[in-house]
């Protein structure tokens, strides 16, 4: 049976510290609501000439290999759902994830609904990336590659 529903798009700039914590409070009753479903999409590392971006270190295998790497260590963070290791790690690594900062809403939202949110109504949440890929495995300088990653949050318990 067909269910109706509003969909509201949140189109998500660059924000501060100042500004994720106030959206953050904002969202965070309604990321704790059941019946809200959010969707954040991001891209992942966009690696090669075009974007300006072309670290590797040999120790980490092939570029594709370098890539999946330094991917997957942002990855970790945002499972562990901790914003301010994330942040260290954009910092640190440069990496070119355009979703940054909807990512970082969302862990500021979680973050702020332990502040907002009465404790009896507090979801647990857990987050889990499902599937990783690349558009080439870069083995060469000249070439290039995006990565892209998907992640579920779900309350527990």
């Known amino acids: 049976k067909r269910k109706d529903f509003q969909l509201i798009p949140i189109l998500v700039g660059s ?4 500004k994720l ?11 704790c609501d059941s ?3 959010f969707v954040i999409s991001s891209d992942f590392c966009h690696w090669g000439r075009r974007f300006s971006y072309t670290p590797h270190n040999p120790a980490d295998g092939e570029i594709w290999q370098y890539i999946e790497k330094l991917d997957h260590k942002g990855m970790e963070l945002i499972e562990k759902l901790n914003l301010p290791d994330f942040h260290t790690y954009l910092r640190s ?9 909807p990512i970082s809403l969302l862990l500021a939202t979680i973050e702020q609904s332990k ?9 647990k949440f857990s987050l889990q990336f499902v599937k990783y890929a690349q558009s080439s495995h870069v083995k060469k300088s000249n070439d290039s590659s995006v990565s892209y990653a998907s992640a579920v949050l779900t309350v527990v318990g």
């Open 15 to 18: 924000l501060d510290s100042s």
């Open 21 to 31: 914590e106030k959206y953050g409070q904002l969202l965070a009753s309604y990321l």
């Open 35 to 37: 019946k809200n479903l």
């Open 93 to 101: 690594t440069d990496n070119t994830i355009c979703g940054r900062y």
């Open 115 to 123: 502040k907002v949110v009465p404790s009896s109504q507090l979801p």
